[in-house]
T-cell receptor
């Protein structure tokens, strides 16, 4: 079964450093997402991406965050200058459509620890 | 702003019995509702969804009921099995994003 893959599975970084989280969405999917889950809290929407541009973003997704699809297969989330509160599990997801029954498939997550 | 609410952080159910997980929402513009299951250190896995124009959808042991007037949906799992022990997230779809509830941890007791 096709799956969304994410790297790294775990990254520890110093506060203020830049971090890039990488994702390979399912190959025929057109919509891409990043979510995050701070330990003990709910899964939160960060951003959706379609047709090489951001289609929607949450208030969490401030100027420190950016997303890119540098080639036909990778989808990246960059955090420019990490803060302690950025420590969370970051989930990449993709779907063939933005709506309803077209399931969003999630990756296994990248656990980011900012120290 | 909790648009999707799961008021029970945890639920314990005897194996073989019915598990009922509840969810309330506030935004009448949501067009699809979804349930995801999540094991520790894994991404959420899609279980079942329902369109806002339906009131019931069934898939094997899983049934989702939607009460639009009450802005309430529920997931029924019957019979409950040990492998069902996980965190269950209720979610709602609004255009290009899915909004998740905080989750309910389901424990299936032997």
């Amino acid at each position: 079964e096709p799956e969304v893959t994410q790297t790294p599975s775990h990254q520890v970084t110093q506060m203020g450093q830049e971090v890039i989280l990488r994702c390979v969405p399912i190959s025929n999917h057109l919509y891409f997402y990043w979510y995050r889950q701070i330990l003990g809290q709910k899964v939160e929407f960060l951003v959706s991406f379609y047709n090489n541009e951001i289609s929607e973003k949450s208030e969490i997704f401030d100027d420190q965050f950016s997303v890119e699809r540098p080639d036909g297969s990778n989808f990246t989330l960059k955090i420019r200058s990490t803060k302690l509160e950025d420590s969370a599990m970051y989930f990449c997801a993709s779907s063939s459509s933005s709506r309803g029954t077209n399931t969003i498939y999630f990756g296994e997550g990248s656990w980011l620890t900012v120290v | 702003d909790q648009q999707v609410k799961q008021n029970s952080p945890s639920l314990s159910v005897q194996e073989g019995r019915i598990s009922i997980l509840n969810c309330d929402y506030t935004n009448s513009m949501f067009d699809y509702f979804l349930w995801y299951k999540k094991y520790p250190a894994e991404g959420p896995t899609f279980l079942i969804s329902i369109s806002s124009i339906k009131d019931k959808n069934e898939d094997g042991r899983f049934t989702v009921f939607l009460n639009k007037s009450a802005k309430h949906l529920s997931l029924h799992i019957v019979p409950s099995q040990p492998g069902d022990s996980a965190v269950y997230f209720c979610a709602a779809s609004l255009w290009d994003k899915i909004i998740f509830g905080k989750g309910t941890r389901l424990h299936i007791l032997p």
